[in-house]
């Protein structure tokens, strides 16, 4: 139960709590060991590329898949237990368009709306209330597979809301939509949270899980860093550096040979120097590049990015081998 | 000489076969378990009929009628029935496929000199079966019916002389093949069924998978021609339709002892020639469908319909008359005439010349339409 | 003309009622890095496929190399590598093996071919890995090995479409990194991506809407041209409270609940911080910081699809 700070702090007052969850597919270990847990009225991104085990994670916390070792409890009901208590306060919309696309829209909130035991004038109402909260008054009557991705997305949301769940798990809701979409599914989403449900939103998008109070980084099953989006930056406070410089052979050179540098980043046509100290580059960097033949347009100290929060991760980690790693050393 | 873009492709396309060795096993067992198949159960010849017997009479005359028929290879006495309910019962649960039911009074109407009957009862279910039983029924009772007479003259001291003998032996394989000749008949035809089926299956999923996955995208956009892409991808499948081939007539000959009467060679041209119209299909179903599902089901929309209308099963004279028209469409028939003549008659060029011609023309007007129907595009 | 890699003349493609590139016109000069950014549909790789002649553009026209798509494209193919959005790779070859077959559609003679393959294997970071099947790597080396097969030939140009889409943020920037090395080296490159962060690498780029090229430019000028307004990022207590405030503000054009913070555009010349401060006190919130924040493509892209 302790095997994490953030599970240990919120374990109280979690509406989703996950301890040590393990999931594993054959020989591949698709959740290794995650624990979480989340509040009510927060939002909380996991945040991951394709097959580092978002979609496994919340498979298993809505009990579609059984975990291998550890627990999941959701609103106080263990799942393994009380399955049917704590899904019944469960909203989920699943990464794939799980809607019956030959159903209309208003038929696709009746069946979800039934099946949660709703019913009458009840189910009538709140199917209305929700069809005007997600912007689709005046598409009762359309098919769902006529729907365009970002209404599919939304229509999603409103049968995940029909119950008005405690906990709402959505995989991965903006893969794919435009940021105009992706803005108003956010401001539905943060409506939610200011109801007082407890959000888990998994995504691929850096940009995306910054906009949750709090961010997991999953990593091949495992759970590599998390914390609060300012929290992850500050240790790289001062330590960012941004360079325009070319040609970038000579500069990656040059920049790379610095003791005080860790890693040097293509940034299309500048560079970011992950730094361990800022005074020794900012002042040695451009004699040595111009000493070079390289020309410097500027060296200046920027605020960290969660990318560059997250790529130091990486870098820092070197048990973890990545396409990067191997590129520089081979 | 070598044209590095097409050896590119075949070499590639050998590699992904032999990676999938499970599809590859398929492609060579599917033959083989075919042959037995269509040698061993599929075989149109009746023996060991099944047969309720509801005796009577209980004389010697009517255990002699009832020997008469277990004498025959075509029947096997299984039951000994107490009652025509019993009879019926065995018929109807399948026990028995044919009863036969002896009155009390049969062995007194012989001995009286009078016609005696006895009722054969059939189960008519699959029609074969009934036919060829009830016609080896009727032949052992005329036969015995013959011998009856015979002795009744013999009896009457009427014999003339050298008629002391039944007059003509009635054989009771008139019709019939006494052993497995319906292999003969149908192994070679299995050459023009596998080859049809497997590599219009093999050639339509192989290029479709090139779609499905998305690599025909990155295909097209090398400089390789449209008839290079073609032929590498069909290279291979004319390698295994060879083999196909060449096994089914070794095993057909080892195991069924099949006489191969004409030319292998001439067999094995004739067989490329009819390669180009499946592979053609093939090709031509693969620029339809856009996934390995539904290529198979399109594959088999054109299989079926190709394997009855080509004279595989069912006897091509026995169709209605649009039936056998329609036939004439279908490059399988021609090719079982081919396949059947070669090995089993042992004909030549000399005889074959129509049925090359036409399946020639198919091959270039399949092949050609698919061939143009092949874009280097996506849409 | 003979100094642009690509020329786009209202290029247009419907499928039956749907246009899936509608009016498109842009060129990229030899040598660029060029973005082509967009949602899943907006025409992305419609467009692409039309440069690469894929597709036979409805109306309009498009010059690669100097070369019209419509009737000369085999002779364009040669010249372009192009990487197709899933990876096309043979999962049942292994990577030289992939490598290999794809240098010989290109006509490498096959003496040259083992030593291209080790060359490429290296150049995209995969040495050492050249006897593993493509089904076997994850995302990052699939993606390496999708562009190293793009440039089997040494194209002059690359299309390269949404390489980097699930994969890990490490990998994405180790991919633009050798985007830009192979630009150097004199590639002409045009990349699609979904991605708003990855955009800002690009030095020019082109935004997509529902097949309507809504921008074309390098992203701190479009920045500067679309984005009117102050952005500022701000702290308060109760965060929601103050999310709904500024909401209901007129002045404000966005306002966007960001993690433990607030980001909001306000507009220009209404007064910014001042007002801020004054909306949130009458809303009951405490305001525990408030800085000026920068502008990102995401603003861009709002604006232009407002």
């Known amino acids: 139960m302790m095997q994490s700070a953030s599970a240990a702090a919120g374990a109280e007052d979690a509406v989703i709590l996950a301890q040590g969850l393990r999931r594993a597919y054959g020989a591949v270990q698709a959740v290794d060991g995650v624990s979480l847990a989340v509040r009510p009225g927060e939002a909380y991104g996991l945040l991951g590329p394709d097959g580092a085990g978002k979609t496994t994670f919340i498979r298993l916390l809505v009990g579609a898949l059984r975990p291998d070792a550890g627990r999941a409890v959701i609103s106080g009901f263990d799942l393994a237990?009380?399955?049917?208590?704590?899904?019944?306060?469960?909203?989920?919309?699943?990464?794939?368009?799980?809607?019956?696309?030959?159903?209309?829209?208003?038929?696709?909130l009746r069946f979800f709306g039934q099946v949660r035991g709703l019913g009458g004038s009840e189910l009538n109402s709140r199917a209305r209330e929700l069809l005007g909260f997600v912007g689709l008054n005046g598409f009762e009557a359309w098919r769902a597979e006529q729907l365009s991705g970002g209404m599919k997305q939304k229509l999603g949301l409103a049968c995940a809301l029909i119950h008005r769940p405690k906990v709402l798990l959505l995989d991965e809701p903006s893969s794919g939509l435009d940021p105009l979409t992706r803005r108003d599914l956010w401001h539905l989403i943060t409506r939610v949270l200011g109801e007082g449900a407890a959000v888990l939103v998994s995504t691929p998008y850096m940009d995306e899980a910054a906009r949750c109070g709090r961010i997991g980084l999953l990593r091949a099953g495992r759970l590599v860093a998390e914390g609060r989006p300012g929290d992850l930056t500050a240790p790289l406070i001062g330590r960012v550096l941004e360079l325009s410089a070319g040609p970038r052979r000579v500069v990656q050179q040059v920049a790379a040979?610095?003791?005080?540098?860790?890693?040097?980043?293509?940034?299309?046509?500048?560079?970011?120097?992950?730094?361990?100290?800022?005074?020794?580059?900012?002042?040695?960097?451009?004699?040595?590049l111009r000493a070079a033949g390289a020309q410097v347009e500027r060296l200046r100290s920027i605020a960290p990015s969660l990318e560059d929060a997250f790529i130091s991760l990486y870098s820092e980690a070197p048990s973890v081998s990545s396409p990067e790693a191997a590129a520089r050393h081979g | 000489m070598l044209n590095p873009r097409l050896l590119s492709v075949v070499r590639k396309e050998f590699i992904q076969i032999v990676r999938d060795p499970r599809t590859l096993a398929l492609t060579f067992a599917m033959p083989i378990i075919q042959l037995f198949l269509l040698g061993f159960a599929a075989t149109s010849d009746v023996r060991q009929v099944p047969l309720a017997v509801w005796d009577q009479d209980r004389s010697a005359a009517s255990r002699s009628l009832v020997d008469a028929y277990r004498a025959a290879d075509y029947f096997q006495v299984a039951y000994e029935a107490d009652n025509e309910a019993q009879v019926r019962r065995l018929v109807d649960r399948g026990d028995a496929r044919a009863g036969l039911v002896i009155p009390p009074d049969y062995g007194r109407r012989l001995l009286d000199g009078q016609t005696a009957t006895v009722a054969f009862v059939i189960d008519g279910s699959d029609p074969t079966v009934a036919g060829t039983a009830l016609a080896a029924a009727t032949l052992i009772g005329q036969?015995?019916?013959?011998?009856?007479?015979?002795?009744?003259?013999?009896?009457?001291?009427?014999?003339?002389?050298?008629?002391?003998?039944?007059?003509l032996e009635?054989?009771?394989?008139?019709?019939?093949?006494?052993?497995?000749?319906?292999?003969?008949?149908?192994?070679?035809?299995l050459i023009g069924l596998i080859l049809q089926f497997l590599t219009v299956i093999l050639t339509a999923t192989a290029i479709v998978r090139e779609r499905e996955r998305g690599t025909i995208e990155q295909l097209i956009v090398t400089p390789i021609r449209s008839w290079e892409l073609v032929v590498g991808k069909l290279t291979p499948y004319v390698v295994i339709g060879f083999m196909d081939t060449v096994l089914i007539l070794f095993a057909g000959m080892l195991i069924f002892g099949v006489?191969?009467?004409?030319?292998?060679?001439?067999?094995?041209?004739?067989?490329?020639?009819?390669?180009?119209?499946?592979?053609?299909?093939?090709?031509?179903?693969?620029?339809?469908?856009?996934?390995?599902?539904?290529a198979m089901i399109t594959a088999l929309f054109f299989n079926l319909p190709a394997i009855f209308l080509s004279g595989f099963f069912f006897p091509l004279?026995?169709?209605?008359?649009?039936?056998?028209?329609?036939?004439?469409?279908?490059?399988?028939?021609?090719?079982?005439?081919?396949v059947r003549g070669i090995v089993l008659k042992g004909v030549g060029m000399e005889a074959l010349w129509p049925q090359v011609a036409a399946l020639a023309v198919f091959a270039v007007l399949i092949m050609g339409g698919a061939a143009l129907r092949f874009h280097k595009r996506l849409d | 003309m003979a100094e642009m890699a690509i020329v786009a003349d209202g290029l247009v493609k419907r499928f039956g009622d749907f246009t899936a590139v509608d009016d498109v016109s842009f060129s990229v000069a030899r040598g660029e890095v060029v973005g082509y950014l967009g949602a899943n549909g907006s025409g992305k790789t419609t467009t692409m496929r039309l440069l690469m002649g894929l597709l036979?553009?409805?109306?309009?026209?498009?010059?690669?190399?100097?070369?019209?798509?419509?009737?000369?494209?085999?002779?364009?193919?040669?010249?372009?590598?192009?990487?197709?959005?899933?990876?096309?790779?043979?999962?049942?070859?292994?990577?030289?093996?992939?490598?290999?077959?794809?240098?010989?559609?290109?006509?490498?003679?096959?003496?040259?071919l083992p030593g291209r393959v080790v060359t490429l294997a290296e150049r995209v970071g995969l040495a050492g890995r050249e006897d593993l099947l493509a089904g076997e790597l994850s995302g990052g080396w699939r993606q390496r090995l999708a562009l190293g097969i793009a440039m089997v030939h040494r194209p002059e140009l690359l299309l390269l479409d949404e390489p980097t889409s699930g994969v890990d943020p490490a990998a994405r920037r180790a991919f633009w990194n050798l985007i830009y090395e192979v630009a150097e080296e004199g590639a002409t490159v045009l990349v699609s991506t979904h991605y708003m962060d990855e955009a800002e690498h690009c030095g020019r780029l082109g935004i997509m809407r529902s097949g309507r090229l809504l921008a074309w430019g390098a992203p701190a000028e479009l920045k500067r041209q679309t984005v009117q307004g102050e952005i500022w990022e701000l702290t308060a207590d109760p965060l929601l409270t103050a999310l709904a405030a500024l909401q209901a503000t007129p002045e404000v054009i966005e306002a966007d609940l960001q993690g433990d913070r607030l980001r909001v555009q306000t507009k220009g010349g209404a007064g910014g911080e001042a007002l801020l401060r004054t909306v949130l006190d009458a809303a009951g919130c405490t305001v525990t910081s408030l800085t000026p924040g920068e502008v990102t493509l995401e603003d861009v892209f709002l604006a232009l699809a407002r």
Request: net charge neutral; glycine share 8%; charged share 15%.
């Open chain 2, 170 to 189: 009635v054989r009771t394989r008139v019709w019939f093949n006494p052993d497995l000749v319906s292999a003969y008949y149908m192994v070679p035809a």
């Open chain 2, 259 to 294: 006489p191969v009467n004409g030319s292998i060679p001439l067999l094995l041209v004739l067989s490329g020639l009819f390669l180009v119209t499946t592979l053609g299909l093939g090709l031509f179903i693969s620029t339809i469908a856009s996934t390995q599902q539904e």
């Open chain 1, 257 to 288: 040979a610095d003791p005080d540098v860790r890693e040097v980043l293509a940034f299309g046509d500048r560079f970011h120097l992950l730094v361990s100290d800022a005074e020794g580059p900012l002042a040695r960097l451009p004699q040595a």
């Open chain 2, 317 to 338: 004279a026995a169709m209605p008359t649009i039936l056998q028209w329609l036939s004439y469409l279908i490059p399988l028939r021609w090719f079982l005439i081919i």
């Open chain 2, 143 to 167: 036969a015995k019916g013959a011998q009856l007479s015979l002795e009744r003259l013999a009896r009457r001291g009427a014999a003339v002389a050298g008629m002391a003998r039944p007059p």
């Open chain 3, 56 to 112: 036979r553009p409805t109306a309009g026209s498009a010059t690669v190399l100097g070369l019209d798509v419509a009737c000369d494209a085999e002779r364009i193919r040669p010249r372009v590598g192009y990487m197709s959005q899933k990876f096309a790779l043979y999962e049942d070859l292994t990577v030289r093996e992939n490598l290999a077959f794809y240098g010989g559609l290109y006509g490498l003679p096959l003496a040259e």
């Open chain 1, 81 to 108: 237990t009380a399955t049917e208590a704590a899904r019944a306060t469960i909203g989920y919309l699943a990464g794939r368009f799980s809607l019956y696309g030959d159903l209309t829209v208003a038929e696709n």
